[in-house]
């Protein structure tokens, strides 16, 4: 394990191989531009749209891209679905610059097409959480505005009761399971021409325009769409490129000559997360990475893909590598291929990194990093031998177009070692909160994200989170806005008042529990109360545990409920267990 010196010396070697790897002769080289009257860096030789992007693929054209169970698609041929379905949508659904489509769909290739052919046109594309009810689902249509909805039969079916409160074309992913009532997704591009580079150069989608809403929850009330653009997004993918290949210059021995296996990724996650989306499905066009995806996580299913599909990256929350590593498959299952197991979305406990380097070879490094979707899923990274030293941590701010710092309540930046608030500024930046200005300038202020998380850099920079200031509770690294599951609560005829806050869980991170003040005389139990609530909100959001009484909740000074004794006394109950 590398000593603070060691780590010291490793860190200057890095600055100087930094400082060379984005001089104005390298390819990843950077400069400084102003967007929206604040000065950035930013990558000067990157694509400077998604289709650009895209266009990468057809160096590797021949090679599978898109896995799902018997489904293999080239690059090439992706490339080519998703021009003809972008014809359609310009021809036929008359969709211009700036439109949204929305996509509600578990993982599929068919996912992947219409988030290309939405963005290489210019559209938004607004990818809606898959676990999502109707309500939900109704609101993210109508606070869009989208126009086109991608959607497979069981979001459909959640729709259908509020199809007459939103305004919307729809188009059913898999339409045999429709009955023929809407277009399927294949009967749109049957004998469609693509469209050809000029043509799509000609719609002149810029890197400052639109490109994703993406629905996060917060602290207060319903979730906020995040809206990014080109920029942000290419940004991102590039800073993952440039820390890949810095940290190969710094460890030449994880370098592999003549590697034995194609890189691969596990889509594990769902791509309506930056970390799907991002990290796993769009950095594939970079590294000319096959992109396996899964209907559904399971441990067994994963174990037995990474072996056939020889998966090279193990990707997602934490709970996945440790109950990979959990099943009783796991030592017989052919791991070879692997060369990295990361993770973000939720911190991963110490013990879990000490029993990851035990039992993954040697070559699956472990990684971990920090980021939001209103940064685009960047802030800080951490692999390695420095992760090994520094297993509490996230990792530094991840070069070269990043910054952190911490600031107190009277908004001063504070030394390492000082506990505050995290920022982050830098071109992966969202543009605002969607329709929200308000709600954006109370997060982002001359450039910089204020996250709501509270941690601190340590004496060598790494960061470090503690606690979180924003209202939310992280289970298995999806957010749940408490604020949204208290509206939920209160609509029952027989709650007074509720509290939601989260609470420790091994394998998931975070669970969220709820404390409820009844009405006087009325009766509520836990299994009625989550039925009524699994018809409004997705049922991760649904409370784990469910506390009753008839007095009133606790209160602090200001007149507003004291959830830290809430909590606090919850986690004494389940001590005591």
Partial sequence: MLTDEEILQDLEKLKDIVAVHKSPDAPLAT???????IEYDVFSKVPSNLNNLYELGLAAGEKTFLVYDDERLTFSETLTLSRRLARTLLESYNIKLGDRVAICARNSPEWCISYMAATMIGAV???????????EIEYGLNDSASKVLF???????????????VEVTLVIITPEQDGGKNPGFYSLIDGVLPLTSDEIAAIRVEPESNATIMYTSGSTGMPKGVLSTHRNIINALYTWCFVKEITEILRPELVEENPEFDPAILANVPLFHVTGSHAQFLACFIYMR?????????????????EKERISVLHGVPTMAWEVMQSEKFESTDLRSLR???SGGAPRPPEHLNMMIAKFPDKAIPGLGYGLTETNAIGAIISGEFYRARPNSTGRP????????????????????????ICIKGPTVMKGYWNQPEATAEVIKDGWFYSGDIGMLDNL???IILDRAKDIVIRGGENIGCAEVEYAVAEHPCVSEVSVYGVPDERLGEKPCATIMLKAGAVLNEAELKAFLKEKIAT??????MYFQYEQLPRIASGKIAKKELRANTLSLLESA
């Fill in 398 to 421: 991840t070069p070269p177009v990043t910054s952190v710092k911490i600031v107190d309540e009277e908004d001063n930046t504070l030394e390492n070692g000082q506990v505050g608030e």
């Fill in 31 to 37: 400069h400084s531009t102003v967007i929206d009257g």
């Fill in 151 to 165: 959607i497979d039969p069981d979001r459909l079916a959640q729709l259908v009761p509020h199809l007459d409160n």
């Fill in 461 to 463: 920079g790494f960061l």
């Fill in 290 to 306: 096959k992109f396996v995806m899964m209907f559904k996580w399971d441990a067994e299913k994963a174990l037995e893909i990474i």
């Fill in 540 to 545: 991760f959001k649904v409370p784990a545990l």
């Fill in 340 to 342: 990295g197991v990361q």
């Fill in 125 to 135: 594309v607004v990818p809606m959480n898959s676990w999502w009810k109707g309500p």
